[in-house]
C-alpha cells in the first residue's frame, strides 16, 4: 500500500518507518526542512532505540521517503496519517493549530480518493472537525479514521511492532478493511469501534496509566512516614491479576510530552460537559507535588537551605532511552534548587543537547557521573538510566565528603547502600546511613 505520513516526531517517523518495514511505500512528510535532509540520509533527529537501523534498510529498500512538499508526498497515497503534535495550551486544552493545518494541507493537495488517518491525540469530536475541514476544502472523497498511538518513548519501535491492541475507530466498513489490511503483516489485535470511542480510549488509557503513577506514589509517600517498603507493597499489590504489576514503580513522577498535557486536557473535555474530573485534578496534584520531592528531602537533610551547596542531578530526561525533556522532572528540580541558592550540576547519557535548551542558563553540565559527583556536597538521580543504575555506589564515597544521595527511581537495592558509607534517600522505602540511625 502507498502511504503518506504528516509529520515526523516521535510517533509519525516511528510509524512511517514501521510501516515501511512492513512492506508499505512510505512518504514522510515534514514542514521542517532540515529535518527532512537529515532523514532522507538515514539519520533520525530523534534518539529512539533501533529506529535509525530500520530507516537506513528500508530507504534503501526503495520503500521510505521523506519530503518536505505535501503535494509530492500525497501524490499516489491510499492513506494519509497525521501524526503532528497536539501541545498543550496555557488553560490545559490541547492545541489544534497543527492539526488543522494538517488537515488544510490534505484537502489542499489530495488528488485522488483517501483515507485520513489520525494519529495524534486528540480531544473527542476532532475528527468531526477533520472530516469537516476536508469536506469543505476539496471534492475528492476522503474518509477520517483515528487511529489513536500507544507507543512509549526508549521503546517507540519495540512497541510497534509487539502492541497489545491497535484501536482503529471509523463509521466506515471500507475505511475500516483498509486499515486491516494496512496492519496485517504486525499480526496484533486490532480492536473496532466508532470515531469518538476511539478518541477517548486514548485519553482513558493515559489517565489510567498516570493515575497508576499517582497512587503507588502516594502509598510511597505514606510508606516514607509508616516505615513500611513501597517496592514489596507494590511487588505484594501486583500479583493479583486485577491490580497487575506494570506501572506501579514509585519516583518522582510521570513527566514527558503526554501524560502532564493528556491528563490536563481531559479534566478540560470532561469540563466542556459540566464535568468536574476531580479524580483526574488530584492525580495531576499528586505528580506535581512529586516532581518536587527531591528538592524538599534535600532541603530538610541540609537543616532548610542548599544556598551554596553543589548539587549534582544524574539523569536529566523524563525517563531512560530518550533525549525527550518534555516536562522532565530535572525542570523542576534544576529551577528550584537554582533559585534556593543552590549550585547545580547536570549529567544525562544522551539529553544533554536538548536539556541546554529547558533547564535554567546557569546550570552546569558533566560529561560522566563521575564528574559530576566530583565534591557535590548531594546527588539526585532522576532517570534511571542503565548506565547510572549501574554504577558502583563506591564511586559516591570516592568522590564526595560526605555523600548525600536521593534516588528519586529507587535504583539501588537498599542492602547494597547499607554496605557504602553514605546518607541514601529514596522514594516510599527506608533512608540508609546517619538519618536512618537517628530515626
Ligand atoms: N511522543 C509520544 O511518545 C507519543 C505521542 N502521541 C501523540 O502523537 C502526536 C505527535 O506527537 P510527537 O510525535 O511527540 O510530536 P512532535 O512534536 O515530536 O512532532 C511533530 C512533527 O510534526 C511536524 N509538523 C507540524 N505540522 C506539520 C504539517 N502541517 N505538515 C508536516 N509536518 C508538520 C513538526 O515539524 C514535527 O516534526 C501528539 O498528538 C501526541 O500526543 C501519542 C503517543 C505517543
Ligand atoms: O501518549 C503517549 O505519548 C504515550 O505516553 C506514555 O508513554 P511515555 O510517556 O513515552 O513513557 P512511559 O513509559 O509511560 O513513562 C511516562 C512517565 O511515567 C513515569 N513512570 C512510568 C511508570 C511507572 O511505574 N512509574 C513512573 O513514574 C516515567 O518515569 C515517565 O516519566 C504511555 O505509556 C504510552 O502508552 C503512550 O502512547
Not at 500507544?150 to 475505511?175: P, Q
Not at 541546554?356 to 564528574?371: F, N, R
Request: a negative charge.
Amino acid at each position: 500500500m502507498n502511504i503518506a505520513v504528516v509529520g515526523t516526531g516521535y510517533v509519525g517517523l516511528v510509524t512511517g518507518v514501521s510501516l515501511s518495514e512492513i512492506g508499505h511505500t512510505v512518504t514522510c512528510i515534514d514542514l521542517d526542512r532540515q529535518k527532512v535532509d537529515k532523514m532522507k540520509q538515514g539519520f533520525s533527529p530523534i534518539y529512539e532505540p533501533g529506529l535509525e537501523e530500520l530507516m537506513t534498510k528500508n530507504i534503501a529498500a526503495g520503500r521510505l521517503f521523506f519530503t518536505s512538499q505535501h503535494s509530492e508526498g500525497f501524490k499516489e497515497a491510499d492513506a494519509i496519517y497525521i501524526a503532528v503534535g497536539t501541545p498543550e495550551r496555557f488553560d490545559g486544552t490541547a492545541d489544534l493549530t497543527y492539526i488543522k493545518a494538517a488537515a488544510n494541507d490534505i484537502a489542499e493537495h489530495i488528488t485522488k480518493q483517501v483515507v485520513v488517518v489520525t494519529k495524534s491525540t486528540v480531544p473527542v469530536g476532532t475528527n468531526d472537525v477533520i472530516q469537516n475541514i476536508l469536506s469543505a476544502g476539496t471534492d475528492v472523497e476522503c474518509e477520517v479514521v483515528s487511529n489513536p498511538e500507544f507507543l512509549r518513548e526508549g521503546s517507540a519501535v519495540h512497541d510497534t511492532f509487539h502492541g497489545d491492541r491497535i484501536v482503529v475507530g471509523s463509521s466506515s466498513e471500507k475505511a475500516a478493511k483498509l486499515m486491516d489490511d494496512i496492519y496485517a503483516p504486525f499480526n496484533i489485535p486490532i480492536f473496532h469501534t466508532n470515531v469518538k470511542s476511539a478518541e477517548m480510549i486514548k485519553y482513558a488509557s493515559n489517565a489510567f496509566l498516570a493515575t497508576k503513577i499517582s497512587f503507588i506514589n502516594e502509598i510511597a509517600n505514606l510508606c516514607d512516614s509508616l516505615g513500611a517498603n513501597v517496592e514489596d507493597v507494590a511487588a505484594g499489590m501486583g500479583q493479583d491479576d486485577r491490580i497487575g504489576s506494570k506501572f506501579l514503580n514509585a519516583g518522582i513522577g510521570y513527566g514527558g510530552s503526554c501524560f502532564p498535557k493528556d491528563t490536563s486536557a481531559l479534566v478540560q473535555i470532561a469540563s466542556n460537559v459540566d464535568h468536574e474530573f476531580n479524580l483526574l485534578r488530584a492525580v495531576i496534584d499528586v505528580n506535581a507535588h512529586q516532581q518536587a520531592l527531591p528538592v524538599h528531602k534535600i532541603k530538610e537533610h541540609f537543616g532548610g537551605s542548599v544556598r551554596g551547596k553543589k548539587i549534582a542531578l544524574l539523569g536529566l530526561a523524563f525517563k531512560p532511552n530518550t533525549d525527550d525533556m518534555r516536562e522532565a522532572a530535572s525542570i523542576v528540580v534544576s529551577q528550584e534548587l537554582i533559585l534556593s541558592g543552590a549550585e547545580v550540576v547536570g549529567y544525562d547519557p544522551i539529553a544533554t543537547e536538548n536539556a541546554k535548551k529547558v533547564l535554567p542558563e546557569i546550570m552546569e553540565y558533566a560529561d560522566s557521573p563521575e564528574e559530576a559527583t566530583e565534591g557535590a556536597d548531594a546527588v539526585i538521580i532522576l532517570t534511571e538510566w542503565d548506565e547510572i543504575k549501574q554504577l558502583d555506589l563506591g564511586l559516591f564515597t570516592e568522590k564526595m565528603l560526605e555523600p548525600v544521595v536521593f534516588d528519586g527511581r529507587n535504583c539501588f537495592d537498599l542492602k547494597d547502600a547499607s554496605k557504602h558509607n553514605i546518607v541514601y534517600y529514596s522514594v516510599g522505602r527506608p533512608s540508609v546511613g546517619k538519618v536512618a540511625e537517628k530515626v
